[in-house]
């Protein structure tokens, strides 16, 4: 597991999560995933490719997601309405605009696809080099889940190295 991948995504949850809400949060679960990752609830999927390459997930189900919703609608949001999924969206653009941030300053080259809803109830399992590491942050307004695999793009790395080395 590739921490240096990884914790820039848990960071920009953490205060992403803590800024939009007006609350501290608290890290709950903590697991390494092998199996294929199950939907809690509304999901939305981020994939990355470049030098880094990989996925976020972020996970919420749907009472915890209307909560969400209305604190930021600063009016009722029930589970169904459309400004929960786009509340969702919003999020992850967020979380990972800071994450990116992050890893950018640190030289990694990459692009980000737009975010998707993640609709399948079981989702991609980890593989030979993609361990993923699956959390859960706990808010006043419920549990939030974030699923990152990362890992360093092979044949990139090799390219950096054969230039390097010139």
Do not use: W
């Amino acid at each position: 597991m590739k921490m240096e991948l990884i914790q820039p995504f848990i960071n920009a949850a953490d205060a992403v999560l803590a800024e939009t809400l007006q609350c501290q949060t608290s890290i709950g679960d903590v697991n390494m995933e092998e199996e294929a990752y199950r939907r809690k609830g509304t999901a939305v999927l981020i994939s990355i490719h470049g030098d880094i390459e990989g996925r976020v997930i972020l996970d919420i189900d749907g009472k915890t997601a209307a909560a969400i919703a209305t604190a930021l609608a600063g009016e009722p949001v029930n589970e169904s309405d459309q400004v929960v999924k786009e509340t969702m969206f919003e999020l992850a653009n967020l979380i990972i605009g800071n994450a990116v941030t992050t890893l950018n300053d640190q030289g990694f080259r990459f692009k980000i696809e737009p975010p998707q809803l993640h609709t399948d109830a079981q989702g991609m399992a980890s593989s030979e080099d993609t361990e993923a590491l699956v959390m859960c942050l706990d808010t006043p307004s419920g549990s939030v889940y974030l699923n990152i695999a990362m890992h360093y793009n092979r044949r990139r790395k090799t390219e950096r190295e054969a230039v390097v080395g010139r």
